[in-house]
């Protein structure tokens, strides 16, 4: 389809979280209007800190917000892994120049609301996009020539194609799929603090994880070092239903008996926590049905063990509008590309994130024998095994699919 006849089209995206705000650019950058339906009352977003390694920068950078989240990221000097039962270092891997040069962009960490601004001034400066909120999507029909996705209201808005970017709960993937998120059994709480609250020997420039037996901390500044972001994750003793409330102290003590004193000190600064009971799925071999797709935790919702699943929701969208300029706006065929290159990605970042989880929260032998893992590699040789994670490429995002 010829490029100018692209602007007489339009795509609803749904869900107005990072990776349907991204959606929206990759595909207004392809002359292609969205309507971007958003079932709170505001776009907004809510959380605490995330980690953004180069691939997401990568991605950034390709939607026309990398500089604005770069002039909102604090740009740590490490990824450091500590053993938070003895309080011994078990591996730092450097995130300076050094990674810089290695992988094309840094690695940093931001507030979550500063990196959804980000890409929603991105949106809102560009004409072809608009969004509209207070809008809960219930239903979705097709044909061969257009979607249309129906409210709580029972309005329906028709497009060219739909794309669901709603979250581990998807509205869009259960009129696809019909299948349900499995819960970890891990919790994870979160908090943020102001330094002022952060005990002075903690006050690190580096994403901290303080390793524990079924349990971890991790510690990072954001906000210029103004605020630092705190979260703590179990394995709960009760049976968990995925999603996000209130959490108290006396249950986070609770399950961090026999840490270290420097990291324990750390669960006394918040004033108030949110508590998120956690959900991921075994990985799809589909997403794509028709002029229906979907993209971030509605395809993939996965652990947060390797801070990947913003960077993955904005590789998929810039995946996907590259598959729709691939394709000459085919939506049919250019989703089926997009599913191809992303599925096999996605599900390796999945499994990695649950395979490192068992890292982080070894205990007896396995603690021991993950202590000794990392013995004297060098820089280098940690680049290289995380070349695959962090060196994605734009240029390369289609290859391997068929």
Same mark, same amino acid.
């Given at each position: ?30 002359? %292609? ?43 740590? *000097? ?14 730092? %891997? ?20 500063? %990196?959804?601004?980000? %890409? ?48 581990? !709960? ?8 019909? *299948? ?17 609250? +952060?005990?002075? *020997? ?54 961090? &008996? ?7 000190? +750390? ?29 971030? *935790?509605?395809?993939?919702? +996965? ?18 509008? !590259?598959?729709? &300029? ?29 395979? +490192? ?37 734009? &240029? ?7």
């Amino acid at each position: 389809m010829p490029q100018t006849s692209r602007a007489h089209r339009r795509v609803i995206v749904v869900g107005g979280g990072i990776g349907g705000l991204a959606a929206a650019l990759a595909i207004a950058r392809q002359n %292609i209007a969205v309507l971007l339906l958003e079932q709170a009352p505001q776009i907004g977003e809510i959380g605490a800190g995330i980690q953004l390694g180069a691939n997401a920068f990568t991605a950034l950078d390709a939607l026309g917000a990398g500089e604005a989240a770069r002039n909102r990221t604090v740009y740590t *000097d490490s990824l450091t892994l500590m053993d938070a039962v003895d309080a011994k270092e078990i591996v730092r %891997i450097e995130t300076g120049d050094a990674y810089r040069k290695r992988f094309g962009n840094p690695y940093g960490v931001i507030h979550r609301a500063d %990196i959804h601004l980000s %890409i929603f001034e991105a949106v809102q400066g560009n004409p072809l996009i608009q969004f509209r909120t207070d809008t809960q999507i219930r239903q979705l029909e097709q044909s061969e020539r257009g979607v249309t996705v129906i409210d709580q209201h029972g309005e329906r808005y028709t497009a060219d194609a739909v794309i669901g970017a709603d979250g581990v !709960k998807s509205a869009v993937r259960a009129a696809l799929h019909g *299948d349900e998120p499995t819960p970890t059994g891990h919790v994870v709480y979160r908090a943020v603090v102001n330094v002022e609250n +952060m005990p002075k *020997d903690l006050q690190i420039n580096s994403p901290v994880v303080w390793a524990g037996p079924r349990c971890h901390l991790v510690h990072y500044p954001l906000r210029g070092g103004r605020e630092y972001n705190l979260v703590v994750t179990f394995h709960s003793r009760q049976r968990e239903v995925w999603g996000v409330t209130d959490g108290s102290k006396e249950e986070v003590l609770s399950y961090f &008996e026999g840490i270290h004193p420097l990291p324990h000190q +750390m669960l006394d600064r918040p004033t108030s926590w949110r508590r998120w009971a956690t959900a991921d799925r075994d990985p799809a071999d589909q997403w794509s049905f028709g002029r229906a797709t979907i993209l971030g *935790d509605a395809a993939h919702p +996965m652990t947060q063990y390797l801070a990947q699943g913003a960077c993955q929701a904005l590789e998929d969208a810039v995946t996907l509008g !590259k598959a729709i &300029e691939a394709t000459d706006g085919d939506f049919v065929a250019a989703f089926k590309l997009y599913e191809q290159a992303r599925i096999p990605r996605t599900a390796r970042v999945l499994w990695s994130a649950r395979e +490192m989880g068992r890292v982080y929260h070894a205990k007896g032998v396995e603690r021991l024998v993950r202590n000794q893992l990392w013995v004297g590699r060098t820089r280098d040789q940690f680049y290289d095994a995380l070349e695959w994670l962090y060196g994605w490429r734009v &240029e390369d995002c289609l290859k391997g699919a068929v």
